[in-house]
């Protein structure tokens, strides 16, 4: 698992891992109550991406990135 630390970072790695395989990547989104920790893990089952934050500011950049991916996969032009 590689932990990416920059939002934008993670965003520009998780779209290209879901563009070169599209079909066997997967996303989880897991929210920590107790720790105010929101985990975003991406994988394609050869490479795994993480992201982690605390800051609230945070939850609406994950919520327009899995917006967005969701629209890739609901997409005919795959």
Not at 36 to 43: A, D, E, L, S
Not at 57 to 72: E, G, P, T
Request: glycine fraction near 2%; aromatic fraction near 8%; include cysteine.
């Amino acid at each position: 698992m590689t932990l990416i630390t920059i939002w934008e970072e993670f965003e520009k790695s998780a779209e290209m891992l879901y563009l070169r395989d599209p079909l066997n990547t997967r996303y989880s989104l897991k929210y920590s109550h107790s720790k105010g920790i929101v985990i975003v893990k991406i994988t394609d089952n050869k490479k795994c991406l993480l992201y982690k934050t605390e800051v609230q500011q945070d939850v609406r950049k994950i919520d327009n990135f899995i917006s967005n991916l969701i629209r890739h996969m609901a997409s005919n032009d795959n």
